[in-house]
């Protein structure tokens, strides 16, 4: 169970990015998190791993206090949350089997890590996790040379590395064309229902949030402004999300 109690950010110069924000997710979850670009998204999904220093409340993770936990005890921590972002993040001149293997990183002896050397049984996992999101032929290939679909794939692929609980996507698909974005829907869904991963998502578009989502929470200027069934957004609650003079699409 995930529990974010009271949770606020205030950026350097007193851009306050989240005010008050409180919600619970289950384990094995599938949470939409939507809103207009700079709503917040990205800082709430970067709090929870503390990527982004919260400025108050408290973020509970198994009963675990994340915002209390040392950096020792946060790198145990992130083992477990997987990341996928919406740049992808990779190291585009090394190739996809070594960016994969990055999510090992809190795996393994740091020095082995620093020489590139990981076990067999990381390297068999690696090109497992690329078969499942279908470009274990492209494992010797330089990021690079990906396009965006699959470089995101490697994102994904990086993440289960890690064998997490939790996944945060941020933002995972608003650089892809609408086809390519289901089809990094669908992995994320997969890895959701088949492995019982909980995942937390941010979404521009409501067509996927109504297709992939469990559940929808929404922000406007950094305040939970939603928090039910994709269903239940009717046009009332999206001019709330999304502005009076906003255009449902989807």
């Known amino acids: 169970m995930l529990k974010v109690q009271n949770l606020t950010k205030i950026y350097d110069g007193g851009v306050q990015a989240l005010t008050d924000v409180s919600f619970e997710v289950p384990n094995g979850q599938f949470l939409a998190v939507i809103g207009l670009s700079g709503s917040g998204k990205s800082t709430l999904l970067r709090c929870i791993n503390r990527l982004?220093?919260?400025?108050?409340?408290?973020?509970?993770?198994?009963?675990?206090?994340?915002?209390?936990?040392?950096?020792?005890?946060?790198?145990?921590?992130?083992?477990?949350?997987?990341?996928?972002?919406?740049?992808?993040?990779?190291?585009?001149?090394?190739?996809?089997?070594?960016?994969?293997?990055?999510?090992?990183?809190?795996?393994?002896?740091?020095?082995?890590?620093?020489?590139?050397?990981?076990?067999?049984?990381?390297?068999?996992?690696?090109?497992?996790?690329?078969?499942?999101?279908?470009?274990?032929?492209?494992?010797?290939?330089?990021?690079?040379?990906?396009?965006?679909?699959?470089?995101?794939?490697?994102?994904?692929?990086?993440?289960?590395?890690?064998?997490?609980?939790?996944?945060?996507?941020?933002?995972?698909?608003a650089s892809l064309d609408p086809v390519l974005a289901h089809s990094i829907m669908t992995y994320l869904e997969q890895i959701n229902q088949d492995e019982g991963v909980t995942v937390l998502c941010s979404l521009h578009f409501l067509d996927l949030v109504h297709r992939y989502a469990d559940r929808v929470i929404a922000l406007n200027e950094g305040k939970l402004v939603f928090d039910g069934l994709p269903q239940e957004i009717d046009d009332q609650k999206f001019k709330d999300i999304y502005g009076r003079d906003a255009e449902r699409v989807g």
């Open 52 to 173: 982004v220093e919260p400025t108050d409340g408290k973020i509970f993770w198994n009963d675990v206090d994340v915002t209390a936990a040392s950096e020792d005890d946060m790198r145990f921590i992130r083992r477990k949350i997987g990341m996928v972002f919406q740049h992808f993040n990779l190291v585009s001149r090394s190739s996809v089997l070594t960016n994969v293997l990055a999510g090992r990183l809190g795996y393994v002896n740091p020095f082995w890590s620093l020489i590139n050397k990981f076990p067999k049984s990381d390297l068999d996992k690696a090109m497992h996790e690329l078969g499942r999101v279908g470009i274990a032929d492209k494992a010797n290939n330089r990021a690079d040379e990906l396009s965006g679909g699959q470089q995101q794939r490697v994102g994904i692929a990086r993440a289960m590395m890690q064998d997490p609980e939790m996944i945060l996507a941020d933002e995972p698909v």
